[in-house]
Nanobody
Framework: QVQLVESGGGLVQAGGSLRLSCGASGRPFSRYVMAWFRQAPGKEREFVAGIRWSGGSKYYADSVKGRFTISRDNAKNTVYLQMNSLKPEDTAVYYC??????????????????WGQGTQVTVSS
């Protein structure tokens, strides 16, 4: 198991930016596929972005493509989500997730076996 702790959430105006961080501890972080999911009030948790262990392969949900960037620093056991041009519809609790069993980036909740506690992102109009 790997323990995940998110940080960097907050309140921002539409058009603004935030950078989320997810620190990992436990088993070797560099071998995991890492991803960010989000869950808005009354909605299901959805995939936002994922990155393979090497950082060379990334995948984004259509709703954030061109605005969000996922990256990782394996030396620091940290994955980041840079969020630009934020919209009110980006308001949600953002969760960091790790997949210890696959090599490809999954988009479904059940493909990830380690989760952080979440960090709130609120975008005002």
């Amino acid at each position: 198991q790997v323990q995940l702790v998110e940080s960097g959430g907050g309140l921002v105006q539409a058009g603004g930016s935030l950078r989320l961080s997810c620190g990992a501890s436990g088993r070797p972080f560099s071998r995991y596929v890492m991803a960010w999911f989000r869950q808005a009030p009354g909605k299901e948790r959805e995939f936002v972005a994922g990155i393979r262990w090497s950082g060379g392969s990334k995948y984004y949900a259509d709703s954030v493509k061109g605005r969000f960037t996922i990256s990782r620093d394996n030396a620091k056991n940290t994955v980041y989500l840079q969020m630009n041009s934020l919209k009110p519809e980006d308001t949600a609790v953002y969760y960091c997730a790790a997949d210890s069993t696959r090599l490809r980036i999954g988009v479904y909740i059940q493909e990830y076996d380690n989760w952080g506690q979440g960090t709130q992102v609120t975008v005002s109009s």
